[in-house]
């Protein structure tokens, strides 16, 4: 009895079967990083979190220790230093002011900057393009050269000592506008406006449930980079506000003061103040994940 083969039948024209050769490709779902990514990556993340370490070590001893040895273990008078702190300086007062501070201009350049950054991207408008280099032309300009003027415009509101003078001028940023206008640009196709236009929305309809959806990621790092650059600006809020309504950065100033310099004291008060960065970065770091896995799933 004939037995039947798991040879491939001829083809019509009388040659040899082809043989399929088994694609080697392999599927990005079953490829594993190499122990060198894992290197790189342990170390960046050693090398990003030991200046925060090095703080808390400095803090968590007394000023005595430093001039012997510097130990790499932590000591137990972080809290005796951080009731210093609290002792030297108005620290909840300067806290409050540079959440008010940083909250609203971080709000403020996310939302003006979003806005603005639609518009040169989906917009079609006359002198839409001399507007943006304008706009961008203006982050080659220091900041030192606007502080007199805008000292003195801020005088004249009588808005000195207030923290009116920090907020408005920070409410929005070129930088934003440029950052999102490109993201928005290669992020939100125009198919999707057309469509969400044909459909009887309006345009800030069509921001809203069409373009901030997709710009999500952008908007929680520039959310990261504003609130970072508000919370450590220091130059400005130093001219324009009073001795006794500081914010944090202009408040921890105070505990270098002086010829002799206790190094466990103003590295308490900086650890501290570093604890809000570190919760903002862990909520929007959070978004920006969220966002990039929601752009990334299909159906």
């Not at 790092?221 to 006794?244: C, E, H, R, Y």
Request: with cysteine.
């Amino acid at each position: 009895m004939a037995t039947i083969t798991d040879r491939p039948a001829p083809s019509a024209t009388g040659s040899k079967p082809v043989k399929r050769k088994r694609s080697k490709a392999v599927s990005l779902s079953e490829r594993r990083p190499s122990f060198v990514v894992y290197g790189i990556l342990i170390a960046f993340i050693l090398g990003s979190a030991f200046p925060f370490y090095w703080s808390f070590l400095v803090a968590s001893h007394d000023d005595a220790t430093f001039t012997k040895d510097a130990p790499m273990l932590p000591g137990g008078n972080f809290f005796q230093n951080a009731s210093r702190v609290l002792d030297t300086i108005p620290f909840w007062k300067a806290l409050g002011n540079s959440i008010i501070v940083s909250g609203t201009v971080t709000i403020s350049v996310v939302v003006l900057s979003t806005l603005a950054g639609f518009a040169f991207a989906k917009l079609r408008f006359k002198g839409r393009g001399p507007l943006m280099v304008f706009v961008v032309a203006t982050l080659a300009v220091p900041t030192q050269l606007g502080i007199i003027p805008l000292y003195m415009v801020m005088a004249e509101y009588g808005w000195s000592g207030t923290l009116g003078a920090v907020i408005v001028p920070n409410l929005v940023t070129a930088f934003g506008v440029f950052w999102m206008r490109q993201y928005i640009a290669d992020a939100v196709p125009d198919e999707l406006i057309e469509a969400a236009r044909m459909d009887g929305c309006s345009m800030i309809r069509t921001f809203w449930h069409v373009c901030l959806p997709a710009v999500r990621p952008a908007a929680a790092m520039l959310g990261i980079f504003t609130f970072m650059m508000s919370w450590n600006d220091f130059l400005w809020p130093l001219i324009v506000l009073n001795a006794d309504n500081p914010t944090m950065q202009v408040a921890l100033e105070k505990l270098q003061s002086g010829y002799y310099v206790d190094k466990t004291l103003v590295l308490a008060g900086t650890t501290m103040a570093t604890v809000p960065i570190l919760i903002v970065f862990l909520v929007l770091g959070r978004q920006i994940v969220a966002g990039i896995m929601q752009g990334a799933v299909k159906g």
